[in-house]
């Protein structure tokens, strides 16, 4: 049975936001990505398989390897989602910063 996975579901766990960021610069098989981490194999292929199924990794058979990395128009199209929060929320804290700037405690 494949379920449809939620990509922000999928980021929301440290270790496959760990796997991201592992593959972000080159490709890696399974085995180099699960010597990084200090939980099971199984467990690793796991998140593997998930984020795979949220179009965020990409595997590429190479001879008997399979080489994950990175989906950049998937990963674009998150960042586009949560571009409009991050510019509210720098916003927020810049008008927060100004107004601390200007504060003056009554003596």
């Known amino acids: ?23 972000s610069s080159h490709s ?11 939980t099971a194999r199984p467990t690793v292929s796991k998140h593997l398989q998930i984020l795979t199924e949220c179009q965020l990794l990409e595997q590429q058979q190479n001879g008997r390897e399979i080489h994950y990395h990175i989906n950049a128009e998937k990963m674009k199209e998150v960042a586009e989602f949560i571009e409009p929060f ?22």
Do not use: H, S
């Open 1 to 23: 049975m494949n379920l449809r996975r939620d990509v922000f579901q999928a980021i929301a766990d440290p270790t496959r936001r760990a796997i991201l960021l592992l593959v």
């Open 28 to 38: 890696m098989t399974a085995g180099a990505i699960a010597a990084n981490f200090d």
């Open 86 to 107: 991050r510019k509210m929320w720098d916003d927020r804290f810049n008008k927060l910063e100004d107004i601390m700037k200007n504060y003056k405690p009554k003596d």
